[in-house]
């Protein structure tokens, strides 16, 4: 399996590297009208050969492109506005008949959609929602981006290999949990659904009157939700507003637990450590925060950037963070 990282920019144009050279790997992937909101990759347990990229764009479709030909395999075409983000998910266990996943798509229609990957079935409308639907996340997100790697660092030896040891991470996850989804929105909520049971046939779904109904509605933030996103194990979910606060979730039942309150702008983005332990967030304030989920109190506060800082996140034993000063800063515990 080649290792390549994508990006998507206001060009509308995907383009594939070599992040070891740091060189484009072919032309750019053009097709979108307008810029491209987020990419996600086909999970390594599906795909393990030449994995799947799809890509969402304000332009209100979804790209999924073949990254040997770097040509649209099929693109997805039912929202009426901006697609805000795409999410590629395993769709729970085979009893589905999901061979390559599902995908996951929010938008500025207010609705949130689900689709068949193998070649762009539509699969669910919900429109719970009653304002744009601008983020999302799947508890089985962190071993699906993970995939065949923890962090033993041990590389599987063929991509044989590397597809077996993803799916037994996928599927161990599942053994415990079906696969959750919450949303967030413009109109200040959350919602939490289950739409894949893990023992449950797909006609038992929480449905009334033919329409899936979320597991729970999740309140308390005073604008607009920013992000969410489930700790590597799925047993909690954070969301970020910009009413300046993080709210702390139970991952299942989507019961408060807590309020992170120390930032005094809108917080942008979150990301979780590996273990858990830690989250981090980016904020209009242009400061970066680390908060010990212990305590549920502010661990170190990392000011540097100066001016909004827009995207954060783990690597290893570090933290990297990018902002409107156009600066890219890697902070060391």
């Given at each position: 399996?080649?290792?390549?990282?994508?990006?998507?920019?206001?060009?509308?144009?995907?383009?594939?590297?070599?992040?070891?050279?740091?060189?484009?790997?072919?032309?750019?992937?053009?097709?979108?009208?307008?810029?491209?909101?987020?990419?996600?990759?086909?999970?390594?347990?599906?795909?393990?050969?030449?994995?799947?990229?799809?890509?969402?764009?304000?332009?209100?479709?979804?790209?999924?492109?073949?990254?040997?030909?770097?040509?649209?395999?099929?693109?997805?075409?039912?929202?009426?506005?901006?697609?805000?983000?795409?999410?590629?998910?395993?769709?729970?266990?085979?009893?589905?008949?999901?061979?390559?996943?599902?995908?996951?798509?929010?938008?500025?229609?207010?609705?949130?959609?689900?689709?068949?990957?193998?070649?762009?079935?539509?699969?669910?409308?919900?429109?719970?929602?009653?304002?744009?639907?601008?983020?999302?996340?799947?508890?089985t997100?962190?071993?699906l981006?993970?995939?065949?790697?923890?962090?033993?660092?041990?590389?599987?030896?063929?991509?044989?290999?590397?597809?077996?040891?993803?799916?037994?991470?996928?599927?161990?996850?599942l053994?415990?949990?079906?696969?959750?989804?919450v949303?967030?929105?413009?109109?200040?909520?959350?919602?939490?659904?289950?739409?894949?049971?893990?023992?449950?046939?797909?006609?038992?779904?929480?449905?009334?009157?033919?329409?899936?109904?979320?597991?729970?509605?999740?309140?308390?933030?005073?604008?607009?939700?920013?992000?969410?996103?489930?700790?590597?194990?799925?047993?909690?979910?954070?969301?970020?507003?910009?009413?300046s606060?993080?709210?702390?979730?139970?991952?299942?039942?989507?019961?408060?637990v807590?309020?992170?309150?120390?930032?005094v702008?809108?917080?942008?983005?979150?990301?979780?450590?590996?273990?858990?332990?830690?989250?981090?967030?980016?904020?209009?304030?242009?400061?970066?925060?680390?908060?010990?989920?212990?305590?549920?109190?502010?661990?170190?506060?990392?000011?540097?950037?100066?001016?909004?800082?827009?995207?954060?996140?783990?690597?290893?034993?570090?933290?990297?963070?990018?902002?409107?000063?156009?600066?890219?800063?890697?902070?060391?515990?």
């Amino acid at each position: 399996m080649e290792r390549l990282l994508a990006t998507g920019g206001h060009d509308g144009h995907v383009r594939l590297w070599d992040p070891k050279a740091g060189k484009p790997v072919g032309d750019a992937m053009k097709g979108h009208t307008k810029w491209v909101t987020s990419l996600c990759w086909e999970p390594i347990h599906l795909n393990s050969k030449s994995p799947r990229i799809a890509s969402s764009s304000k332009d209100g479709t979804v790209r999924v492109w073949s990254t040997l030909t770097r040509k649209v395999e099929y693109t997805l075409g039912g929202h009426i506005a901006s697609v805000n983000v795409v999410k590629w998910g395993g769709g729970g266990t085979s009893g589905f008949g999901l061979k390559r996943g599902v995908l996951y798509t929010a938008s500025s229609d207010r609705t949130v959609r689900v689709w068949d990957a193998d070649g762009g079935r539509q699969l669910h409308v919900l429109k719970d929602h009653a304002h744009w639907v601008t983020t999302l996340t799947l508890n089985t997100d962190f071993v699906l981006r993970t995939g065949p790697f923890d962090h033993t660092g041990k590389r599987p030896a063929s991509d044989e290999e590397a597809q077996q040891l993803a799916l037994k991470r996928y599927t161990d996850l599942l053994a415990t949990t079906p696969e959750l989804l919450v949303t967030g929105s413009d109109d200040h909520t959350l919602f939490l659904w289950s739409l894949f049971p893990s023992s449950v046939p797909s006609s038992d779904i929480a449905v009334s009157q033919g329409k899936l109904k979320p597991i729970t509605r999740l309140t308390g933030h005073q604008r607009q939700i920013s992000h969410v996103a489930f700790s590597p194990d799925g047993r909690w979910a954070a969301s970020s507003s910009w009413d300046s606060s993080i709210r702390l979730w139970e991952g299942r039942t989507g019961k408060y637990v807590a309020t992170l309150r120390g930032h005094v702008g809108a917080v942008y983005r979150l990301a979780w450590s590996a273990d858990g332990r830690m989250l981090v967030s980016a904020s209009k304030d242009a400061t970066v925060k680390i908060w010990d989920l212990k305590t549920y109190k502010l661990k170190v506060d990392l000011s540097g950037h100066t001016d909004e800082v827009y995207c954060v996140d783990f690597v290893a034993d570090k933290v990297v963070s990018g902002g409107r000063d156009k600066h890219l800063k890697i902070w060391k515990n």
